[in-house]
């Protein structure tokens, strides 16, 4: 299945990319051979966040394009992190604490 | 009917007004309260009481007709990172987590890669995933993933290096998904 959904840079479209690679904090093991898919798995958050700098993005993005391993794990997490966007901030319904709301509201007068 | 006199000023309209612009994003900010506390309603009660409060006495400054939801939610979020903050008390400069860890699949990436899961669990069970994460990782989750903030952003407001956002919204990420494959589980969708 290809060509991947994930789109340009993999961000979903919803953060300023950063200017500054990958890799920082106190990430103290050896970077990946670009292009690999050690390079790829180890970024997938990033990269799905819109975090990386775009040369980073790039190379995922054409690794992505014609790895068979790396792809549908990009595209679970994918999934995952929409799925979490959709669901996660669900209002509750809150009469009674509209009530509390208003009174105070009112006591301010 | 006889014509305006002037601009309204009075506490009346601006009560009105607000109840129509702002009081009617009450339910999404108790949301945003929910998970930011955890589930926990009298704090997530109070939070939002004090974050209403904040807003209308600067109601005069808010613009109309820019995003009142949006100003509201940042507002709340605000409120309750000061209050985090207070409670952690000076923010470690530096925290040792190993950030370099690696995506290794989960188990349930591995039991439905399609993500399949995602169209059938409820929704109750991902907030409740959500509620019950600790907070130094449910935290990062809401502001980053929920609320969309940048690593940078959630950085600044936590008080932590951005290494340490990445680190906990990886481990955060992982523990949701290790709670919806139980889940998934318990519920007969996956073997």
Redesign the interface.
């Known amino acids: 299945m290809s060509p991947p959904e994930l789109g340009e840079g993999g961000g979903r479209g919803?953060?300023?990319r950063?200017a500054s690679p990958g890799p920082?904090?106190?990430?103290?093991?050896p970077p990946p051979p670009p292009g690999s898919c050690e390079e790829s798995?180890?970024y997938?958050?990033?990269y799905l966040?819109g975090?990386l700098d775009s040369a980073t993005s790039a190379r995922i993005d054409e690794h992505l394009r014609t790895c068979r391993r790396c792809y549908?794990?990009f595209?679970?997490?994918r999934?995952?992190?929409d799925?979490?966007?959709e669901?996660?901030?669900?209002?509750?319904?809150?009469e009674e604490?509209?009530r509390?709301?208003?009174e105070?509201?009112?006591a301010?007068? | 009917m006889s014509p305006p006199q002037g601009p309204v000023t009075g506490?009346d309209e601006k009560?009105r007004e607000?109840?129509e612009e702002a009081?009617v994003h009450?339910?999404?900010l108790?949301?945003?309260a929910?998970?930011l506390t955890g589930g926990d309603e009298p704090r997530a009660?109070d939070l939002?009481?004090d974050s209403?409060?904040k807003a209308?006495r600067s109601w005069d400054h808010f613009e109309t007709g820019t995003n009142c939801r949006a100003w509201l939610m940042t507002i709340l979020r605000n409120t309750f990172i000061n209050d985090f903050r207070r409670r952690k008390g000076r923010p470690d400069d530096?925290e040792?987590?190993?950030?370099?860890e690696?995506?290794s699949?989960s188990s349930?990436?591995e039991a439905d890669?399609?993500?399949t899961i995602?169209e059938r669990i409820i929704?109750e069970q991902?907030?409740a995933a959500?509620e019950g994460l600790p907070e130094e990782f449910r935290v990062p989750?809401?502001l980053?993933?929920?609320?969309?903030?940048?690593?940078?952003e959630v950085s600044e407001l936590m008080g932590i290096?951005?290494?340490?956002v990445?680190?906990r919204?990886?481990r955060a990420?992982k523990r949701?998904?290790e709670t919806l494959y139980q889940y998934a589980l318990e519920m007969g969708y996956i073997r």
């Open positions: 919803r953060r300023a950063r920082e904090g106190g990430d103290r093991s798995l180890r997938v958050y990033e966040d975090e549908p794990h595209n679970f997490e999934l995952f992190l799925y979490l966007r669901k996660g901030l669900q209002a509750r319904h809150a604490l509209m509390k709301v208003r105070r509201l009112r301010l007068e | 506490d009560q607000f109840e009081l009450l339910d999404a108790y949301g945003l929910l998970r009660q939002v009481q209403i409060l209308y530096v040792f987590e190993d950030v370099a690696r995506p699949s349930l990436y890669p399609e993500g995602f929704d991902v907030i959500i989750v809401v980053a993933d929920l609320e969309g903030l940048s690593y940078q290096p951005v290494g340490t990445k680190s919204l990886f990420r949701l998904q």
